[in-house]
Nanobody
């Protein structure tokens, strides 16, 4: 079992930056591929970014590519999402997720993830 707790959300003006953190507790963090998803009001949850257990492989949704960076520190059991050049359309609840893995893969499909955090609100004002 893994418990995930997101933090770092808040209100920011368009063009600003935020860094989200997701702290994991429980089993060995490095055995999990991690992902970030978001859900805007009235919309389905969507994929944002993913990272392999080693951090060597990452993948981004087209809508955030070049603006967001996912990273992890396995010694701190934490995954990060650095968000730059934020836009009002980035407003959403952001969730981190963990998937048990034995290989150096990342995952973009929501249903493949085993554990989810409670989410943190990000609001970008225009």
């Amino acid at each position: 079992q893994v418990q995930l707790v997101e933090s770092g959300g808040g209100l920011v003006q368009a063009g600003g930056s935020l860094r989200l953190s997701c702290a994991a507790s429980g089993r060995t963090f490095s055995r999990y591929a991690m992902g970030w998803f978001r859900q805007a009001p009235g919309k389905q949850r969507e994929f944002v970014a993913a990272i392999s257990w080693s951090g060597g492989s990452t993948y981004y949704a087209d809508s955030v590519k070049g603006r967001f960076t996912i990273s992890r520190d396995n010694a701190k059991n934490t995954v990060y999402l650095q968000m730059n050049s934020l836009k009002p359309e980035d407003t959403a609840v952001y969730y981190c997720a963990a998937k048990t893995t034995s290989g150096s893969f990342y995952y973009i499909e929501e249903y493949k993830y085993d554990y989810w955090g409670q989410g943190t609100q990000v609001t970008v004002s225009s």
